[in-house]
């Protein structure tokens, strides 16, 4: 091949040194431009091993049993937990949860299984769209429809908030497990002469079941660790309340206001409950991560 | 197992297999022999549907209804005003200013990066380093701004104070590195929003990328291409969805609250300066709000609020026909070819 290519006109080009340059600049360039994409990708994830280890050593050593169990103590003493926060965290979750699960998974429910036309899509974009609204946005949405009819801050329009930015997130993902589900298995059970309703109740839905509930738990994730539409919805409150009606405690905000103050010992307790919360959201993703390949496999 | 094996495509066939393999006459008398129950159930579940549409409407209008006051007192003048007192006069240029600026320069520090990451993943790495390298992304999507924040303050400010000092010592008399070297400021906040938006352009992005046809790329090898050389073609399809993720980062940038009003600073002001303390719209909400006690000052932060809802949702809009269109697009090539 070689000492034939000398004799034709491309192979002429090629010896002669010219094209080997610029294949050579080529090759270069391939190499480079791989070099930098590993690049931007160690980029992209040391803050996130930074943000896990500073995580794991400063928050680990803050966490005991007095931090799940005890109330806050007054500063200046040291100890205590923050019980009314987590206690706090979970009305709030739970009340946004009510909230935001049974819209989500209904119009999850409609998107993909009589989802086709201008009206579903309209609600597919608007559901992509309100993702992407601001989450204080949404925190001054409750504020409008629950915090002033009622004239005070309450753990009612903090869940309110929570339950409005759950809403996609459950919508998108449970659409996407539904879907999952093998379409034999709707006709097998139409051919038995079932309804649809009936099909989509006793055979789609326990079988996408595991995949909704991952998916749920990501949003939940997703929810507790929100700050900002708390501030003035929920608001804090010092002491221990399970009141719907009164501002209400909860993580994320505690998190905020002992990392803003000045005292050693309550930057000490915000890592720890940012251990708590960062476990949460690694748990959920790592299991949503898992449900998610074993739906792929049912759909193989 | 083995029905489910045998199913083609379930997830991509646009219609339903029994529309699709049914004769005619079913699909024809299907709306008419519907039982109760159905449409019952689709009446419902399509009623949840649109609740969603209610949200995002009554979130524009209430907002406006309660930014009112303060809309009909200042008009335009409140995006142009630098004064906030606090009693009669709220003009929102400086959190303009911080919110706009502190987004664009973390745009410019996440853009590359994220392009690299997305390339990387969707044409370079093999496929046991891309699920680990997808999940690594994702939880970075997935950890809440309050920890960002608190990463911020206690790991990032220190270390950028540093670079702060050394460049005020060695290089301050260009503007960009003028001010007051303390870590909490303009550079902080562009910092940490840039970490936060790059897994969501990079995603985006990784999608749009898989979605170009395999062929093109094929075909440029074919010609004797580099990889390289390859990735570019399919990259010059991507771009519509590549602006649309960088749209969609650039939404999330701007509305980010907690991880910005704990290393921003906090004080307006209006300066090119990275250095400089700064404030942005989402972190003057989030620190006034629960304080403000005049109605005209509750009304100027909501309109603040309303202005973020505003661009947030043109961007997102656009954003999403952006990049459904290079998926459409590529999805229906890749069939025909």
């Known amino acids: ?300 | 197992m083995a029905i489910e094996r045998a199913d083609p495509d379930p997830v991509r066939s646009e219609q339903p297999a029994v529309v699709q393999s049914l004769p005619g006459p079913y699909v024809r008398s299907r709306r008419r022999s519907r039982s109760l129950g159905d449409r019952i159930f689709e009446g419902v579940t399509t009623g949840f549907g649109m609740i969603i549409l209610l949200i995002v409407v009554a979130m524009v209008v209430a907002l406006g209804w309660e930014a009112w006051p303060a809309i009909r007192r200042f008009g335009l003048g409140f995006l142009t005003g630098r004064e906030w007192n606090y009693v009669d006069q709220f003009g929102a240029l400086p959190y303009v200013w911080g919110t706009v600026y502190s987004s664009f320069l973390a745009l410019a520090m996440a853009l590359p990066i994220s392009l690299g990451v997305a390339i990387f993943l969707a044409e370079m790495a093999p496929l046991p380093v891309r699920t680990v390298l997808s999940f690594l992304v994702e939880l970075l999507a997935a950890i809440p701004s309050v920890v960002y924040g608190l990463w911020g303050m206690f790991v990032l400010v220190p270390l950028v104070r540093q670079l702060e000092l050394w460049l005020f010592l060695h290089a301050h008399f260009i503007p960009l590195f003028s001010g007051p070297p303390i870590g909490f400021g303009m550079l902080s906040a562009a910092t940490v929003l840039a970490i936060m938006i790059i897994p969501t352009i990079a995603s985006v992005s990784r999608d749009v990328l898989l979605a170009v046809p395999a062929s093109q790329r094929e075909a440029a090898l074919a010609l004797g291409a580099t990889r390289w050389e390859a990735i570019k073609v399919a990259l010059s399809n991507a771009v519509p969805g590549i602006i649309g993720a960088t749209l969609l980062g650039l939404g999330r940038a701007l509305g980010e609250t907690m991880a910005v009003t704990m290393v921003i600073g906090n004080i307006g002001s209006i300066s090119i300066s990275l250095f400089q303390p700064a404030y942005s719209m989402a972190a003057l909400i989030a620190n006034e709000f629960s304080e403000a006690t005049t109605n005209l000052h509750v009304a100027a932060l909501i309109e603040v609020g309303l202005l973020l809802l505003m661009v947030t949702l043109v961007l997102n809009l656009f954003s999403r026909l952006l990049v459904r269109r290079v998926a459409i697009t590529g999805a229906g090539s890749h069939v025909k070819g």
């Open chain 1, 1 to 300: 091949m070689k000492d034939v290519s000398v004799f034709t006109p491309a192979g002429r080009l090629l010896s002669s040194g010219l094209v080997s340059a610029v294949y050579r600049r080529r090759r270069l360039m391939d190499l480079l431009m791989t070099g930098l994409a590993g690049l931007a990708v160690l980029v992209a994830v040391v803050p996130l091993f930074s943000i896990l280890i500073s995580v794991a050593i400063r928050g680990l050593s803050a966490l005991n049993l007095d931090f799940f169990t005890k109330m806050p103590v007054p500063i200046g003493e040291t100890g205590g937990g923050v019980l009314n926060a987590i206690v706090g965290s979970g009305i709030l979750v739970g009340l946004g949860t009510l909230i935001g699960l049974p819209i989500g998974l209904l119009s999850a429910i409609y998107l993909a299984e009589y989802g086709r036309g201008r009206l579903a899509d309209t609600i597919r974009l608007f559901t992509e769209v309100m993702s992407g609204v601001p989450s204080i946005v949404v925190g001054i949405f409750a504020y409008a429809i629950v915090v002033r009819p009622l004239h005070h801050f309450s753990a009612l329009a903090g869940g309110v908030a929570l339950g409005i930015l759950m809403i996609p997130v459950v919508t998108r993902t449970a659409e996407e497990m539904i879907r999952m589900v093998p379409q034999s298995l709707r006709e097998a059970g139409l051919a038995l002469g079932l309804p649809r309703w009936r099909v989509t109740v006793s055979i789609v839905l326990p079988s996408a079941a595991s995949g909704i509930v991952t998916g749920a738990m990501l949003a939940v994730a997703r929810i507790a660790g929100e700050t900002a539409p708390l501030l003035f919805t929920a608001l804090n409150n010092a002491f221990f309340s399970t009141s719907l009606l009164r501002p209400i405690a909860s993580l994320p905000v505690q998190i905020y206001t002992y990392a803003t103050s000045p005292y050693e010992e309550l930057h000490r307790i915000a890592w720890g409950a940012v251990f708590v919360l960062v476990m949460m959201v690694l748990i959920t993703n790592l299991l949503t991560r898992l449900a998610v390949r074993s739906g792929y496999e049912m759909k193989r």
